[in-house]
């Protein structure tokens, strides 16, 4: 308790540091058609719009803050919605603002020669009858209006902030008459830090086939999805020479919301993301390294943070069809006038798998609604609900295919399956106060996991001594999980100027609780009746970490930036079953949890608790050079909590400690109609210790000291017609006791996505153009190192897509291994028997799950009320 009062004493206080103002350029307008009064009746006035512009110069909505009757009031929001803006900045981001424009209409008075209004004395005959004030920045409480000029002006274009002005000519609008408010709301852009922190909007690469939400994490260098589990079950993610496993190596989080999963059964850490509607992620930010302070526990790799929102506003609803019985609805609805954070969609899908058991079906919903909080406030309330049901083949031996005993596709226990339930429910809030921007987030989570696995066969249920005499009667082990996660998180960032410059400093504050019931139990062959218990835990684990954060500008050239952050673990853990593996001769055989030991009586259960706490600095320097290069360098310390299961008691520091760093070069430019980035990253990582899988246990174990020496390089080019991302990484895995190489780990990924868009102009059915995109994915895995010095075969996967769409309906047809090519997608190397040879054998032998086939599927979408139709 008292560590936890400090934690809570030092974010108050360094909340309470002085700060500046953020930069912020309001809107300014591009292209100004004016205003037509109506003829007849015209008895002048003005009216006040407010007016929201989206972060992409558009008008979002139209609301009139001061009538002057119907007509005129129809008149000036005719005018506005013709209007074009660029965005509101920022620093230096485009996000959305609301504008007050003001437009006054002159009295009409008598007929002048010619059916005009009459010009007052010494004026100019005016061009209209009204005049449009444009936006002049953002405006403080303005003194009475003057009386109107003689003269309507046009609309004129606003000053920089902080430019001198002249006098304004005869006639035109003065300082008074153009008053203007602009509200600028925006959640705040994430700093990068390094050379391996990814922005990455997914844009037009949307058209490229994915199969999920984890999927588009292959947009980011280095990263390779396998999945050994089946359709539901989370995939196994590998970078930077990792094998994150299913998440135990990256943090993950939707909107902020943590995914992955304290002691889990599976993998501690254990992070399905297939819960996430893929239309519905707007942008995707994967930092690779340890080098954020905000950064928490798995983030040993990296983290991947999904943010939601949808740019295309309107109902959208579409029908997925094609190979193995596949079929998948989608139904997502974004209000015009709404943000790009208020949406709701719902996806429904089933198939009948490539193979032998592999069937799935699964449904999720997720609905988001973000308001606004006073003048440049805004709040999000998210809501998510998912559940799925999907068999699995599981692992084959190599040598049983290649001897044609079984088919590539086809599965050695039918038993096996995933199904999964998960409820999220969220709140967060992000407004100016003070001098600063404070955001807040508070949220809960429910989760329920069951998964069957057999990767030995018939190997491992030996006779053990005081047991009844018995066969071997399987290895299929069933893990559940049932799990209530809450938690908030808050930062307070806060610009100020010293020495004439720029400089941030934020503070934050992460906290978590997570109580867990996982489980493992030893299922009879064939059936899903249990007979031996592996592990029953109930657990407790809370994670309260602080943070600062500063982005420093002491040079024009330089930017430092980094911090520290405080974590805090403690945990509970009861274990129900401790005396399992204790028998007496006599007793049942499946007497689990025996309430006796070796030494007599006892309760078959028994408590751990322990507590630990790291401080973990985070330093990146970045020097700006001419023609848009910066160089980079980054050191980090991070950790990574530990398993409970390998918790013991009064332990004083559960976690695993890595320190990291990386140098790198990055490039910014334009030029031929192409904006494009690149970058070239060298980077080494040392971890106290690491996590491999163990097929007897059927979940990672612990393993020694470990380092990663890789390259990466990464470049994508955008423009009016082309969106292409491609990347290339190697790393060097060893231990550090050996020097043997860290199994399971691709050595070389390589990777190239590209999208082509655009009308296609020969051919206008109803005058209405028609736009097309194709997509093209390309994706090298090398070699993987597996035990006893073994290696894995390469791979190339080719997938393409085609779309076009015309007015409101859109058809499309992707493929996935568009070359049908068989493959392994996760290979691994270790003893088992299934029972398919006369006699057993402890020898290793290389086992996979495959990849899946040429899959082609059909798509219809018709988008109603969509936004340009």
């Not at 949808?310 to 139904?331: A, K, N, Q």
């Not at 798998?353 to 609604?369: D, L």
């Not at 088992?832 to 086992?847: E, G, I, K, Q, V």
Request: some cysteine; proline content about 9%; hydrophobic content about 40%.
């Amino acid at each position: 308790m008292n560590r936890l009062l400090s934690f809570a004493i030092a974010f108050v206080a360094l909340a309470a540091a002085p700060a500046g103002a953020q930069q912020i350029t309001p809107p300014q307008p591009v292209e100004t058609p004016p205003a037509v009064a109506p003829e007849g009746g015209n008895q002048g006035g003005t009216v006040v719009l407010l007016v929201t512009i989206g972060a992409d110069g558009s008008v979002r909505d139209v609301s009139v803050a001061q009538s002057a009757g119907p007509a005129l009031d129809a008149a000036a929001i005719a005018a506005v919605l013709r209007w074009k803006f660029k965005s509101a900045l920022r620093d230096g981001q485009p996000v959305e603002a609301r504008v007050r424009i003001p437009f006054r209409f002159e009295a009409a008075g008598p007929a002048a020669p010619g059916g005009g209004p009459v010009p007052l004395p010494g004026a100019p005959q005016p061009p209209a009858t009204q005049q449009p004030q444009a936006p002049q920045g953002p405006a403080q409480p303005a003194p009475p209006a003057q009386p109107a000029p003689a003269t309507p002006a046009q609309p004129v274009a606003p000053a920089p902030p902080g430019a001198a002005t002249s006098p304004p000519p005869p006639g035109a609008p003065t300082q008074n008459q153009a008053v203007e408010e602009v509200h600028v709301r925006g959640y705040q852009n994430k700093v990068e830090h390094g050379a391996s922190d990814f922005v990455i909007d997914i844009g037009q690469l949307a058209v490229v086939p994915r199969r999920n939400a984890e999927n588009l994490l292959e947009l980011a260098p280095g990263i390779f999805i396998a999945n050994e589990g089946g359709e539901c079950h989370a995939e196994q993610v590998f970078l930077r020479g990792f094998n994150a496993a299913q998440g135990e190596a990256i943090e993950f989080t939707v909107n902020g919301v943590p995914i992955n999963e304290v002691n889990n059964p599976d993998s501690h850490g254990y992070a399905d993301t297939h819960f996430i509607i893929p239309e519905l992620i707007r942008e995707l930010r994967v930092t690779e390294g340890p080098f954020d302070p905000r950064q928490g526990d798995f983030a040993k790799a990296g983290t991947a943070d999904y943010e939601l929102g949808v740019r295309e506003r309107g109902l959208r609803l579409s029908g997925t069809t094609g190979s193995y019985g596949t079929r998948r609805f989608l139904g997502l609805w974004a209000p015009k006038g709404e943000r790009e954070g208020t949406f709701a969609g719902a996806q429904v899908s089933e198939s009948a798998g490539f193979g032998v058991n592999r069937a799935s079906a699964s449904a999720s919903a997720m609905a988001q609604y973000e308001g606004e909080l006073g003048q440049r406030g805004l709040f999000r309330v998210l809501a998510t609900t998912y559940a799925s049901h999907c068999k699995s083949a599981g692992v084959l031996r190599k040598d049983e295919v290649d001897a044609g005993s079984i088919d590539f596709f086809g599965t050695r226990d039918p038993s096996q399956g995933t199904d999964a339930t998960r409820h999220t429910l969220s709140l967060g809030l992000e407004s100016p106060l003070g001098d600063g921007v404070v955001a807040a987030q508070v949220f809960l989570t429910a989760r329920a996991l069951r998964i069957v696995e057999n990767f030995t066969g018939f190997l491992l249920d030996n006779q053990e001594a005081g047991q009844t005499l018995h066969g071997q009667r399987g290895d299929a082990v069933e893990k559940t999980y049932n799990a209530l996660t809450a938690g908030s998180r808050g930062s307070y960032r806060l610009r100020f100027r010293l020495f004439d410059r720029e400089h941030a400093l934020e503070t934050g504050y992460y906290a978590r609780y997570d109580h867990a019931k996982p489980m493992i139990q030893r299922l009879r062959f064939g059936t899903q009746d249990p007979y031996l218990n592996d592990f029953d835990l109930e657990t407790d684990v809370l994670n309260v970490a602080a943070y600062v954060d500063a982005d420093l500008r002491p040079l024009p050239f330089l930017t430092l930036r980094g911090g520290v952050r405080q974590e805090f673990y403690e945990y509970d853990i009861l274990d129900n079953c401790f005396t399992r593996g204790n028998f007496k001769q006599g007793q049942p055989l499946d007497v689990n949890c025996p309430p006796y030991d070796r030494a007599g009586p006892r309760a078959p259960s028994r408590r751990v608790t322990a507590t630990g706490q790291i401080l973990a600095p985070k330093a990146t320097a970045l020097v700006a050079l001419p023609l848009g290069i910066s160089l980079t360098g980054s050191y980090g310390v991070g950790a990574t909590s530990l398993d409970p299961v390998s918790v013991t008691q009064d332990e004083n520091a559960p976690f695993v400690k890595l320190r990291a760093l990386e140098a790198g070069v990055l490039a910014r430019g334009n030029g031929l109609g192409f904006d494009w980035t690149a970058r070239l990253v060298g980077y080494q990582t040392k971890a106290d210790a690491d996590l491999i899988p163990d097929p007897n246990l059927g979940r990672s174990t612990p393993t020694s000291a470990t380092t990663r020496t890789g390259v990466v390089a990464a470049a994508r080019a955008t423009s009016s017609w082309l969106d292409e991302a491609a990347s290339f990484t190697t790393v060097h895995p060893v231990f550090d006791d050996n020097g043997a190489l860290v199994p399971y780990t691709p050595l070389v990924v390589g990777r190239s996505d590209t999208a082509l868009f655009g009308p296609i102009p020969w051919f206008r059915p109803g005058d209405s153009p028609l736009r097309g995109s194709l997509g093209v994915g390309i994706g090298y895995i090398g070699k993987r190192a597996l035990p006893f010095s073994q290696f894995s075969d390469p791979t190339l996967q080719i997938d393409a897509s085609a779309n076009v769409r015309w007015r409101w309906l859109k058809l499309g047809v992707s493929v996935t291994n568009l070359t049908d090519r068989r493959f392994p997608l996760s290979q691994f190397f270790y003893a088992s028997d299934f029972n398919t040879r006369p006699y057993a054998t402890l020898a290793p032998a290389a086992h996979f799950t495959a990849a899946p086939p040429r899959i082609v599927l059909f798509t219809i979408e018709v988008a109603l009320d969509r936004e340009g139709d």
